[in-house]
């Protein structure tokens, strides 16, 4: 467990650092046997490399006292996944339900997660996925994600591992059960056209009232489609097989006006899942507000550990980190340094990420006693520069 600081007080680096170490070395780490070490040590080593957005390597290189990175790895080798991400999600809940009011209903969106990877994989085929076209590669390791649309709160919810060897609908259902147990009740759920599946959408409905854009594939919904005005209508997913899905089907036309250079209309298509009574522009507008979560992820992005490892548990952990902070920053911000206020809190500018981010670096830097020197390069300036300065 970890304790928010008392706010009639003021708050540290020291108090963010110890905050830091209090939530991450709670993830477990096995080790290694007869180590002198603890989990502490080395949690407190990927802290400051995920801060710091650099390799483990540069960090123990780097600090006097942190042990060298090869004891860092190998402790991290231990890293079991299933404990690893149950821990990691009971905490995304312990830090979530720390500012949100178990009372108040929420809008949920889901999402993955794609870290490009150069390589092959570690072990298995299964670690990899393949994406678009990014960063020079196609494979990816992929997580899916529950996020608080919310533009005060928007913390993670719950995160799991994905694998190609395994039904996406599979990883989906267990951030949607994870979700599910949350004690607030959920308005609606979003997610984008990759979550356009028959199981997924079951399951999600079984939830909250849900919004997701359709494929636009097969006949069917071509035709639904082909039109110039914005209708509500109903889709049969599957008609006429033994998993035929019935849903409400928002069709919202609208125009490029310019936009990115493009004019004329745009047609989409979205599930609407116990919407029907909405218009289309009314679905479309609330499917937008999950634009948010591109906010939340430039975020977590600027606390990665930079890594070559191709262990894909290992650099789970590193993502899991890099949530975990991003959710801590979101508690102090609110529940610690905003001021009370007519209508709600009011945020500090000045409490940044990157500032949370500073204060931890500072702090860790002092304990792990940093380096501030180079190598000489024991030649210094050739003497014919010498002689001509002279």
Same mark, same amino acid.
């Given at each position: 467990?970890?304790?928010?600081?008392?706010?009639?007080?003021?708050?540290?680096?020291?108090?963010?650092?110890?905050?830091?170490?209090?939530?991450?070395?709670?993830?477990?780490?096995?080790?290694?046997?007869?180590?002198?070490?603890?989990?502490?040590?080395?949690?407190?080593?990927?802290?400051?490399?995920?801060?710091?957005?650099?390799?483990?390597?540069? +960090?123990?290189? &780097?600090?006097?006292?942190?042990? !060298?990175?090869?004891?860092?790895? %190998?402790?991290?080798? =231990?890293?079991? *996944?299933?404990?690893?991400?149950?821990?990691?999600?009971?905490?995304?809940?312990?830090?979530?339900?720390?500012?949100?009011?178990?009372?108040?209903?929420?809008?949920?969106?889901?999402?993955?997660?794609?870290?490009?990877?150069?390589? +092959?994989?570690? &072990?298995?085929?299964?670690?990899? !996925?393949?994406?678009?076209?990014? %960063?020079?590669?196609? =494979?990816?390791? *992929?997580?899916?994600?529950?996020?608080?649309?919310?533009?005060?709160?928007?913390?993670?919810?719950?995160?799991?591992?994905?694998?190609?060897?395994?039904?996406?609908?599979?990883?989906?259902?267990?951030?949607?059960?994870?979700?599910?147990?949350?004690?607030?009740?959920?308005?609606?759920?979003?997610?984008?056209?990759?979550?356009?599946?028959?199981?997924?959408?079951? *399951?999600?409905?079984?939830?909250?009232?849900?919004?997701?854009?359709?494929?636009?594939?097969?006949?069917?919904?071509?035709?639904?489609?082909?039109?110039?005005?914005?209708?509500?209508?109903?889709?049969?997913?599957?008609?006429?097989?033994?998993?035929?899905?019935?849903?409400?089907?928002?069709?919202?036309?609208?125009?490029?006006?310019?936009?990115?250079?493009?004019?004329?209309?745009?047609?989409?298509?979205?599930?609407?899942?116990?919407?029907?009574?909405?218009?289309?522009?009314?679905?479309?507008?609330?499917?937008?507000?999950?634009?948010?979560?591109?906010?939340?992820?430039?975020?977590?992005?600027?606390?990665?550990?930079?890594?070559?490892?191709?262990?894909?548990?290992?650099?789970?952990?590193?993502?899991?980190?890099?949530?975990?902070?991003?959710?801590?920053?979101?508690?102090?911000?609110?529940?610690?340094?905003?001021?009370?206020?007519?209508?709600?809190?009011?945020?500090?500018?000045?409490?940044?990420?990157?500032?949370?981010?500073?204060?931890?670096?500072?702090?860790?830097?002092?304990?792990?006693?940093?380096?501030?020197?180079?190598?000489?390069?024991?030649?210094?300036?050739?003497?014919?520069?010498?002689?001509?300065?002279?």
């Amino acid at each position: 467990m970890f304790t928010i600081p008392q706010p009639d007080g003021v708050l540290s680096d020291s108090d963010v650092k110890d905050l830091a170490k209090d939530v991450i070395c709670q993830l477990p780490l096995p080790g290694i046997e007869g180590s002198p070490l603890d989990p502490g040590e080395i949690w407190a080593v990927v802290i400051l490399a995920a801060v710091n957005q650099t390799s483990i390597w540069e +960090t123990c290189k &780097d600090n006097d006292n942190a042990p !060298c990175d090869d004891t860092v790895m %190998d402790w991290l080798h =231990t890293l079991n *996944r299933e404990w690893l991400e149950r821990v990691a999600n009971r905490l995304l809940t312990q830090l979530a339900m720390t500012i949100l009011d178990p009372d108040r209903s929420r809008i949920v969106s889901i999402d993955f997660v794609d870290n490009p990877y150069h390589g +092959t994989y570690a &072990d298995e085929e299964g670690e990899l !996925c393949r994406m678009h076209a990014k %960063d020079g590669t196609t =494979t990816c390791h *992929r997580y899916c994600t529950a996020y608080l649309v919310s533009n005060g709160k928007p913390v993670t919810l719950a995160m799991t591992y994905v694998r190609s060897d395994e039904k996406e609908a599979d990883a989906v259902e267990r951030v949607l059960d994870r979700v599910e147990a949350y004690p607030f009740e959920i308005d609606l759920l979003l997610a984008d056209r990759g979550f356009y599946n028959e199981r997924i959408l079951r *399951r999600s409905r079984e939830i909250a009232a849900t919004v997701v854009p359709v494929q636009k594939k097969g006949k069917r919904m071509r035709k639904k489609l082909d039109t110039h005005c914005s209708y509500m209508t109903t889709y049969r997913m599957y008609k006429g097989r033994e998993r035929e899905l019935e849903f409400p089907l928002a069709v919202a036309v609208s125009y490029h006006a310019g936009d990115r250079g493009k004019s004329g209309e745009v047609v989409r298509g979205y599930v609407a899942c116990d919407l029907a009574d909405r218009t289309p522009k009314q679905v479309e507008r609330l499917y937008r507000k999950r634009s948010a979560i591109e906010t939340s992820y430039r975020v977590f992005r600027q606390a990665r550990v930079v890594t070559t490892t191709q262990d894909p548990i290992i650099r789970f952990a590193f993502v899991l980190v890099g949530f975990l902070l991003e959710n801590l920053w979101l508690v102090l911000r609110w529940a610690v340094v905003a001021r009370p206020r007519r209508g709600g809190r009011d945020l500090p500018e000045e409490f940044t990420f990157k500032t949370f981010s500073d204060w931890i670096r500072h702090a860790l830097e002092e304990e792990l006693e940093r380096t501030w020197e180079i190598e000489m390069n024991g030649v210094g300036v050739p003497e014919t520069y010498a002689s001509a300065a002279g």
